[in-house]
């Protein structure tokens, strides 16, 4: 098993089993001399995405406190790989029966591959993995310009779809609801729906929107490593993720050409630029804003199970920062190719 690593020029490798001693990752292509500081710039976002932290999500309870253990310092990166670990604390591995199955989960497929399997939780499989990524995303915002805004939120959740969002939209405005839907009306019948969940052993699905911003012209390449496709594979290697769309794929299937290209043709600076592109015309980024919508299955979890357990009657609260992560280390390594001109 050597698929453990993402990216091409800044990589990122995950280590670690739900219920091992830690969860870990490993930054390799990141530039000597960038500040860091790990209470600023890696911990904020590992508890967003931390378990715990509101009444609809698991209530095993994680600090998630990373340790710096390479690569990084006198609060300056060294060019070299950096290392950093989250110790799982709070693990309840009898919960556990190694001869019970989940249907949805990698369970029986990873015994199918592998013939041996880590049943405590999942192993790599958990959705704990993510702590990893969401580590490798906070160092990959280092290397973005200041001006580049990448920001996640709940569009959908079950039939709970968010209608009313802010145009512009910041990270604080998205954590204000436990949910992460910015539509308060909206997030207000999903709290109370993945509450019913819980006490029903039921779980639900939904969509992570992601938001762009501030990002120049010319980022990505016209034919295999297309902004689109990396930003695909990204989202799509995360466990729950069943499809990604770019802006509304749905509804751009089924527009007709004169309605949906609406951009101006001709000559002129902003001719051929497209509105209704979200963000990347030929696999490449037009300036303008990128947006993703990444579909999410239900949790594996339910029924007797999820009753007795700790599990997320949704993960997708939990996953925005997952997403953000995984969009940050895609354009990070998109803005390192610039600029090494390759």
Wanted: with cysteine; proline share 6%.
């Amino acid at each position: 098993m050597n698929a453990n690593t993402f990216g091409r020029l800044l990589t990122l490798t995950t280590f670690g089993e739900s219920h091992g001693p830690a969860m870990g990752a490993v930054i390799d292509g990141f530039p000597a001399g960038i500040s860091v500081d790990l209470d600023r710039d890696i911990q904020p976002h590992l508890n967003r995405r931390r378990p715990g932290q509101s009444k609809i999500t698991t209530s095993r309870s994680e600090a998630d406190k990373a340790e710096i253990l390479s690569g990084v310092f006198d609060g300056k990166s060294l060019g070299s790989p950096i290392c950093v670990v989250v110790r799982n604390t709070n693990a309840r591995s009898k919960d556990y029966d190694p001869n019970y199955y989940r249907a949805g989960h990698a369970d029986r497929v990873w015994e199918e591959k592998f013939g041996h399997r880590d049943y405590r939780g999942g192993g790599r499989a958990s959705g704990r993995e993510t702590v990893s990524r969401v580590i490798g995303g906070s160092f990959a915002r280092l290397l973005l310009p200041e001006e580049v805004s990448v920001v996640g939120f709940t569009r959908q959740i079950g039939t709970n779809i968010a209608e009313d969002i802010p145009e512009a939209l910041s990270i604080d405005d998205v954590d204000a609801h436990a949910s992460r839907c910015p539509d308060p009306e909206v997030a207000a019948r999903i709290t109370e729906d993945l509450e019913t969940c819980k006490e029903e052993g039921d779980s639900r699905g939904g969509i992570i929107e992601i938001r762009i911003d501030g990002l120049p012209a010319g980022l990505g390449d016209p034919v295999f490593w297309k902004m689109k496709n990396s930003m695909a594979d990204a989202f799509m290697s995360v466990g729950a993720v069943v499809g990604v769309g770019l802006g509304d794929a749905p509804a751009a299937a089924r527009a007709a050409g004169q309605q949906f290209h609406t951009g101006i043709a001709g000559s002129g600076p902003d001719a051929g630029i497209s509105p209704a592109a979200n963000g990347i015309q030929g696999g490449i980024s037009n300036g303008e804003r990128i947006v993703f919508r990444v579909y999410f299955k239900p949790a594996s979890t339910v029924g007797s199970m999820a009753k007795k357990g700790r599990h997320d009657p949704c993960i997708v609260p939990r996953a925005v920062p997952v997403i953000e992560a995984m969009a940050a280390l895609t354009l990070a390594d998109h803005f390192l190719a610039r600029r090494l001109n390759v």
